[in-house]
């Protein structure tokens, strides 16, 4: 299927979450990496690229968040107590609200450090929204990292969350994002 019910994922939400999810832990450790290697001639180049895949993660969450908004969201187990229902719920709203976050303070950070970084790839500008100030740049930079580690942090509650749901209620809530079946 692909389009969600309320009792399953469908394709596209699957796909997206799993993209999304190996793109932004992928982004993390990157921008970990290239924020403590020593300063070398092919740095901008890694900026460039960590850039140009944050436009990317920008994009597609966007596109999760539309096609979340459009389609239906399974249903929790009937067991679920309230609060979870509610932890679940604001854990998810967080998650999307942090990676968007991520996302921006780095788009106003690279604006803000060279006018360089919105060359997508080398195909097309990506317009800016920030002009270059070095000390604008380093509060950015700052934030960018300092939200990275918050949705790091998120991101482990998340698969806490999954590993609960899988090996101790055994509910089909982590196999429902895997294949299409149903919870």
């Given at each position: 299927m692909i389009r969600n019910t309320t009792t399953g994922w469908g394709s596209v939400a699957r796909w997206l979450h799993w993209v999304l999810a190996l793109a932004i832990v992928g982004m993390i450790a990157f921008g970990w990496w290239m924020n403590?290697?020593?300063?070398?001639?092919?740095?901008?180049?890694?900026?460039?690229?960590?850039?140009?895949?944050?436009?990317?993660?920008?994009?597609l969450t966007v596109l999760r968040i539309v096609w979340r908004a459009v389609n239906p969201t399974?249903?929790?187990?009937?067991?679920?107590?309230?609060?979870?229902?509610?932890?679940?719920?604001?854990?998810?709203?967080?998650?999307?609200?942090?990676?968007?976050?991520?996302?921006?303070?780095?788009?106003?950070?690279?604006g803000a450090r060279s006018t360089h970084y919105s060359d997508?790839?080398?195909?097309?500008?990506?317009?800016?929204?920030?002009?270059?100030?070095?000390?604008?740049a380093d509060a950015y930079e700052d934030r960018h990292i300092f939200f990275a580690y918050v949705l790091l942090a998120l991101i482990a509650v998340h698969v806490i969350a999954a590993l609960w749901h899988h090996?101790?209620?055994?509910?089909?809530v982590v196999a429902r994002m895997v294949t299409d079946e149903a919870g």
């Open positions: 403590h290697i020593p300063a070398r001639a092919d740095k901008f180049f890694y900026r460039s690229i960590h850039a140009d895949i944050g436009y990317l993660i920008l994009l399974p249903a929790l187990p009937a067991e679920t107590s309230r609060w979870q229902k509610i932890a679940a719920h604001v854990s998810h709203g967080a998650l999307y609200l942090v990676v968007i976050l991520v996302a921006m303070l780095g788009w106003a950070h690279s997508f790839f080398g195909l097309f500008h990506v317009p800016q929204f920030t002009s270059p100030d070095k000390a604008a090996f101790i209620r055994r509910d089909r």
